[in-house]
């Protein structure tokens, strides 16, 4: 009796084992057509990511890769008293190959996501001007959101510490003739220009301090502390980055209760979007009053048009 419940046990334990090894052997499996799979589907990225378009070819010359061969330059006859050795041979480049190591630049595509102004102004066809400037800003740069900087499209450059910065092509850029410039300033530039503010005074190609030095000069800055924003002001805003300028930012609205703003930034991360902060939020660096601006700007276009 003891010996058949021990053979019992012995099959139990024996079948226990083969079963626990089947499922090893099934959950590798399992693994393996995971992995390949994956990598399938990937494959295409990565290829795509490696595409170059810098016309040339990676290469580096090397014994490797056939690029020298060994030329005699042995004076002396191969006889019994000389032999040939490494000495008398020298290794020379046959390689034709222009030899090339590919660098970010080289994946720069700068056909990729180039836009014209037939392009850019079909995005706020559906807009309906008003001839507020306050109002039509704010409408021209909500038709902008979402908007992103090409990543296929772009320029390295290097910053004071020798380390490489790509800045990527974009509408706003091209639009101020300076496609791979910060564009934050030429962002809002572009919304008061196509908003048909065009006495405003614009600073298409400056930086954002010589564009507030430039609304100060108009009387038509605001410093933050004594000031309650409104829908259509530009809000100067702090990039805390060293490798680019500030930021400029439409106001499209103002929460007084909570002192709050929203308002339509450009060159955001790369992007177009919309941000929310306090109105004298440490970040936020003063305001251009649009109220102002119309004030002192579209009466003189008014004049200007009584006239002719």
Request: aromatic share 12%; charged share 30%; with cysteine.
């Amino acid at each position: 009796m003891n010996r058949t419940v021990a053979k019992v046990i012995k099959n139990y334990i024996q079948r226990y084992k083969q079963k626990k090894l089947w499922y090893k052997v099934v959950s590798c499996l399992s693994a393996i057509v995971v992995f390949v799979t994956v990598y399938a589907l990937i494959l295409p990225a990565i290829t795509l990511e490696d595409k170059t378009y810098c016309g040339y070819e990676g290469h580096v010359h090397s014994v490797e890769n056939g690029c020298y061969e060994n030329q005699l330059v042995c004076n002396l006859p191969e006889d019994e008293e000389h032999t040939h050795e490494e000495g008398c041979y020298k290794q020379v480049l046959i390689c034709e190959k222009i030899e090339h190591n590919h660098s970010t630049s080289c994946y720069s595509d700068l056909n990729a996501d180039v836009e014209t102004a037939d392009k850019w102004e079909k995005t706020f066809k559906g807009v309906e001007l008003t001839g507020k400037w306050d109002e039509d800003i704010v409408a021209i740069a909500a038709s902008q959101i979402g908007y992103t900087e090409s990543e296929k499209n772009f320029i390295v450059l290097e910053n004071e510490s020798e380390e490489e910065v790509i800045k990527g092509y974009s509408r706003y850029g091209a639009w101020g003739d300076n496609p791979y410039g910060d564009w934050s300033v030429m962002f809002a530039n572009f919304c008061l220009y196509y908003a048909k503010a065009d006495t405003f005074p614009l600073n298409i190609n400056g930086t954002s301090t010589e564009w507030m030095n430039q609304l100060k000069e108009c009387e038509i800055w605001k410093n933050k502390e004594d000031y309650k924003p409104e829908s259509g002001d530009l809000v100067f805003l702090d990039s805390k980055k060293e490798d680019t300028d500030n930021l400029v930012g439409i106001v499209e609205s103002y929460n007084e209760e909570k002192q709050e703003i929203y308002s339509i930034v450009g060159d955001m991360d790369n992007q177009v979007q919309e941000y929310l902060c306090a109105s004298k939020d440490d970040g936020v660096i003063g305001y251009c009053s649009m109220a102002l601006a119309m004030d002192k700007f579209m009466i003189v276009k008014v004049e200007k048009r009584s006239m002719k």
